[in-house]
């Protein structure tokens, strides 16, 4: 029975080709790449916002350089994986530039995360340098590598030229590696590459008609991927990117405040988040231009409440994906069209991407056939 065709030659050529006509050309460039021709375009427009401290693109772009020239001068080429121990802010935005723009891949390690772990993937990348903020270097006790602390680093690499380092990366090379639970359990390190992040950005940068004067919130931590559609998608675009501790994010009105105060255009939010806070507090989306949410579903009456209330956004959005096809795969757009379901459909694939739905078989199922 399994051998069974149900799908007529006009479904089939539907699934397998009109549903995943996505082929679209790339630029030929790595994630530094997009930022310096941010940079160069718009040098004094603000990049990153932490509370008091903010940076220009230009002092971000410079720094970044002196890092990368510093850890070029460690040893660190295309391919070398750096860890990178550090608390939400600009220092933190410097270090993932600089080692990306050394040509190397950074490996996010969280400073929240149990020591065992850390030391875990650390031993498994068997990355020979981490970037740590001084104040979290008992979080790495047991690493026997190289510590370069990201402060005082800055004191041995403000000699070092404020130009961009010779290019030695391209895309096909490393841009990072994330370690995800694992269906085992046991962390598991995801390899993504600079075409699969600059596919991904350019993709949501057009998605989401996003542009310089958009401001983004970055909510996330850096062990989890969406922080690289928070942190690398407005860096990219020549948009500012704002700071949000977890403390503000978890509560509504501080997180609501924090909307108006930075005027928020863009945030990107867990489910489960958008679910309470939606719920609790709908008109912290007042003000806001892009509401992103994913990695769980979506009680389909809360999305539904948000659109048609008095503070919808321009558009909500349910994005879906592992983390191995770089953040999302699928994006829905949410709508008062979107069709009726207790939970929201997920949407069509990214650019240069496909998707299928099939059954245990492997064979694609009919349209409307679980």
Known sequence: LSDLELLSDTEKHQLLHDWNNTGHQLPDQTLPQLFETQAARTPEAVAVVHGQTSLTYRELDARANQLAHHLR????????????????????????????????????????HPAPRL??????????????????????????????????ARQAHDARPEVDPARVAGPDDLAYVIY???????????????????????FMRDFTRLEPDDVVAQTSPISFDMFV?????PLSTGARLVV??????????????????????????????????????PELASGLR???????????????RVIAGPHAPEMVLHTYGPTETTVSSVVCAVTGDTPESRTMPIGRPVANTRVYVVDRFGKPTPIGVP
Not at 290 to 304: K, L, M, N, P
Request: charged letters at 20%; aromatic letters at 6%.
């Open 180 to 202: 995800t639970s694992g269906s085992t359990g046991a962390p598991k390190g995801v390899q993504v590459e600079h075409g699969s992040v600059v596919n991904y950005l350019e």
């Open 244 to 281: 949000i501790e977890k403390n503000v994010l978890l509560n509504p009105d501080s997180f609501a405040e924090a909307i108006r105060d930075q005027k928020i255009s863009v945030v990107r939010m867990t489910a489960s988040l958008f679910n309470q806070h939606l719920t609790e507090y």
């Open 73 to 112: 001068h460690r040893g660190v080429s295309a391919g070398t994986l750096v860890g990178v121990c550090a608390e939400r802010g600009p220092e933190l935005i410097v270090g993932l530039l600089g080692i990306l723009k050394s040509g190397g891949a950074y490996v996010p390690l969280d400073p929240e």
């Open 119 to 152: 030391d875990f993937m650390l031993r498994d990348t068997e990355a020979s340098l981490v970037l740590v903020q001084s104040n979290l270097r008992d979080r790495l006790s047991g690493y026997g590598g190289d510590l370069v602390d990201l402060e005082p």
């Open 229 to 233: 559609y928070e942190c690398w998608l």
């Open 290 to 304: 892009v509401i992103a949410y994913g990695g769980e579903a979506v009680e389909r009456s809360v999305a539904d």
